[in-house]
């Protein structure tokens, strides 16, 4: 297993000054190229799970298209943000969970979905997570999920370490995307599509090396 995390300062100091700059700005980004790949991946019908939705540009981009949301992220200064977006758009059919992924708060979620679809949909999350956390979450996610849904990640990987960030160093745990396959799989997740190289999430003169990677339960 290769996993290697860059020098880093706290991660709730982080992420709490990070939103609180982008909620000062109360500008939000256009959807990621990663949301625009996973919509017409999956059921008009299907919940949708965003993991870490940060200041929730992917999870209103969904709901705007239809889909029920549910927005999950540690963060309060995020959710908040999210939530008055939400708002100001007049969204209905988006919930907004101020949790972690170790507390019950997503099992109970999918749990309550019956027999609808669902997507549990995860960008720049995986590499921001402890190895302990992305095994509780990987766990829960194969206790909780049905045959046929799915789970959409995208994340960075080893090779991504050497290349120069636009943001200030803080927490990234470059993983193997082999070896985060093979975790999934041995979870009971078939592989969809799998795919890892630059050009799919670029940031200023940043080209983060990054995989993507689709799973239904089997």
């Known amino acids: 297993m290769t996993m290697m995390t860059e020098p880093t300062i706290g991660r709730q100091g982080y992420w ?18 990663f949301a625009a790949f996973v919509a017409p991946e999956i059921e008009s019908e299907c919940a949708l799970f965003d993991i870490g939705c940060g200041n929730g540009r992917d999870s209103l981009f969904f709901a705007e298209l239809g889909f029920k949301v549910v927005a999950l992220d540690a963060s309060e200064v995020a959710i908040k943000f999210a939530k008055n977006k939400s708002e100001e758009r007049g969204l209905k059919n988006i919930q907004f969970l101020q949790e972690d992924i170790t507390s019950p708060a997503l ?9 609808k679809t669902a997507c549990v949909y995860s960008r720049f ?9 992305q ?19 995208e994340y960075r990987v080893t090779a991504d370490q050497a290349i120069e960030k636009e943001a200030p160093p803080h927490y990234r745990r470059y993983q193997d995307s082999a070896d985060v396959n093979a975790q999934l799989e041995a979870r009971g997740f078939k592989a969809l599509y799998l795919v890892e190289g630059q050009g799919f999430a670029k940031y200023k003169t940043e080209d983060a090396i990054v995989a993507r990677c689709l799973f239904e339960k089997a």
Not at 125 to 133: M, P
């Open 135 to 153: 095994v509780q979450f990987f766990n829960s996610l194969a206790d909780t999920l049905l045959p046929g849904h799915r789970v959409a990640f």
């Open 107 to 115: 099992r109970k979620s999918i749990s309550q979905l019956g027999g």
């Open 16 to 33: 709490s000054s990070f939103y609180a700059a982008e909620s000062a700005g109360n500008k939000l980004m256009p959807p990621s190229q």
């Open 125 to 133: 999350f995986l590499h921001a997570i402890t190895e302990r956390e």
